[in-house]
């Protein structure tokens, strides 16, 4: 059974179009994260949601709203999308904020046209 | 800053050599230090750790030691193999900020 799980694998939209990722943990972790991943393989933290409340926010547009109906999901929702958000999306959990061990999923690949 | 520098990449070596990827780090406080692999295709796997100064990770034949004096973490394997190969991020946690922050990741290609 996969600990971290994302849907979908790869999504492929216009321009201007809103599209979600959803992220599902099993591990029974209170805490987690969104990432993106560039196309250098540069990873950076977006979001971090501890037992449904919003911890992390980095310095991210305002078109990307994270959501967290419990503690075993946190799903992403972008509006408007642009070229360069363009990208690998990467989920993960840890058992707690302060735990240093994340779990990630296998990422949501997504090209916008 | 709170940040995370690796050795520029690709590094591609023959299987059976010895492999060397230089992180180093800026951080206030302590903080805990990482490797994580990423297979083709796949999300990051936590490959070894170490919390505290002087700590050795190993996992799999790869060993990295927490150097506070020179503020690095270098990954060393003795022997690769062409299963290796894969993107490498090291990465630091300060629980202050409750955050990972990657290194700019380092492919590895290894060739039979």
């Known amino acids: 059974d996969t600990a971290v799980s994302q849907t979908p694998k790869y999504l492929v939209t216009q321009m201007g179009n809103d599209k979600s990722i959803k992220c599902e943990q099993n591990?029974?972790?209170?805490?987690m994260y969104w990432y993106k991943q560039d196309s250098k393989k540069f990873l950076k933290i977006m979001f971090s949601y501890n037992n449904k409340e919003l911890i992390i926010n980095e310095t991210v547009p305002n078109r990307f709203s994270p959501k967290s109906p419990d503690k075993a999901h946190l799903n992403l929702h972008i509006n408007s999308l642009e070229l360069g958000d363009s990208a690998v999306y990467f989920c993960?959990?840890?058992?707690?904020?302060?735990?240093?061990?994340?779990?990630f999923g296998p990422g949501t690949r997504l090209l916008v046209l | 800053g709170n940040s995370v520098t690796q050795m520029e990449g690709p590094v591609t070596l023959s299987e059976e050599a010895f492999l060397t990827i230089n992180c180093t780090y800026t951080a206030t406080g302590y903080p805990s230090l990482f490797w994580y692999v990423q297979y083709p295709g796949e999300g990051l796997q936590l490959l070894l750790k170490?919390?505290?100064?002087?700590d050795k990770g190993s996992n799999k034949g790869f060993e990295a030691t927490y150097r506070k004096e020179t503020t690095s973490f270098h990954l060393e394997k003795g022997s690769v193999q062409v299963s290796d190969s894969a993107v490498y991020f090291c990465?630091?946690?300060?629980?202050?900020?409750?955050?990972?922050?990657f290194g700019q990741g380092t492919e590895l290609s290894v060739k039979p």
């Open positions: 170490a919390t505290k100064a002087d």
């Open positions: 993960a959990s840890s058992q707690e904020a302060g735990r240093e061990t994340q779990y």
């Open positions: 990465a630091l946690f300060y629980n202050q900020g409750g955050k990972l922050i």
């Open positions: 591990l029974g972790h209170d805490t």
